[in-house]
């Protein structure tokens, strides 16, 4: 899946070396996946950090310390299965532990969106 997601949408937008690292990042508060048939179809997971830039003006915008935040990140829901709600629950699955543990979720993204 996110092979075809790097291939399609070019996300991530520097090439990890290893995708699997990549998605199951040590660092990570949570990770959640959706499956369909036995095959991942959506990712999502929660950290701490982002770009400083982007904490910084989440941090402002929110006022609120950065430390304060949680970062809903790596979201990835493969092009087969996209409009069926996969990313909008994964979405609030990550979205719910951040509440949960006292963090403001913020979604960040590295590149704008490709049109469709």
Do not use: C
Not at 48 to 55: D, I, Y
Not at 61 to 89: H, K
Request: net charge positive; proline share 8%; glycine share 8%.
């Amino acid at each position: 899946m996110a092979t075809i997601i790097r291939d399609q949408d070019g996300y991530p937008t520097r090439r990890p070396l290893d995708l699997r690292e990549f998605l199951t990042s040590p660092d990570a508060l949570g990770v959640w996946v959706a499956e369909r048939d036995g095959q991942v179809v959506g990712h999502v997971a929660l950290h701490r950090r982002s770009t400083p830039e982007a904490l910084a003006m989440a941090g402002q915008a929110l006022n609120r310390p950065v430390d304060q935040l949680g970062v809903v990140a790596r979201l990835l829901v493969s092009p087969d299965t996209r409009r069926e709600e996969i990313g909008r629950t994964l979405l609030n699955a990550a979205s719910s532990e951040a509440i949960g543990r006292g963090l403001w979720p913020i979604l960040t993204s590295s590149q704008p969106s490709k049109p469709r």
